[in-house]
């Protein structure tokens, strides 16, 4: 048996292996219902634009202070913090094992989000969110393929789940949908440094929370 791991895998890779169709979609409505944002949640998003842009002036941004300064402040105003909602991170989530004819695929994700209220058909918790960052720096086109991996993992047991790809900058969400074939759908990238899709960006993190 070959062993892959997933930080490994091209796109045309995990079409190949898992079967996916890609798909585009130019709308998150009727997907999610995005809510107005209120004033405190406005000025704590322009606090963690503003910070970001100060770093990102300096140079490259690590994935590490990627996660710090906009992936976890976000989530917090989302509301991902909250019950029944719980977050895991990658030292905390077990190497996720994907076994297709010949071919075993191995990885671990950045970031989980699990809605501990509902159970999934083998009895696991609900998969919200999967979330894979890359630093500023990379494309977000380039976390694709490893956040496709893990999604598809999950889509052995839940009709659906989410995923973002992020560079701090640019933040691609992805539905994933079981079915013969599974499907992905890429939604409209969205900016965090562009005030309008800034808004739309926490619009929909709170969404997919509330989901």
Sequence with gaps: MVKIQAKTLSLGDVHRLFGFQRQYNSSFSPLLSLESLSETQQHELGQIRNDFDNYLAE?????????????????????FYRSPIKISLEEDIADIDIQDEDTKNTGRMDLLAVNKSQLTTNNSYFWVLVIE???????????????????????????????????????????????????????????????????????????????
């Design 59 to 79: 140079g490259k941004v690590s994935k590490g202070l990627v996660k710090a300064l906009t992936i976890f402040p976000l989530m917090r105003l989302a509301g």
């Design 133 to 211: 960052s890359k630093n500023s720096s990379f494309a977000v086109s380039e976390g694709l393929p490893q956040l496709l991996t893990y999604a598809y993992d999950s889509l052995r047991h839940q009709q659906s789940v989410w995923g973002l790809v992020t560079n701090g900058q640019d933040y691609q969400f992805v539905y994933n949908l079981q079915g013969s074939p599974p499907t992905y759908q890429l939604m409209p990238i969205l900016h965090l440094l562009e005030s309008e899709r800034a808004v739309q960006l926490l619009q929909v993190f709170k969404a997919i929370c509330h989901l």
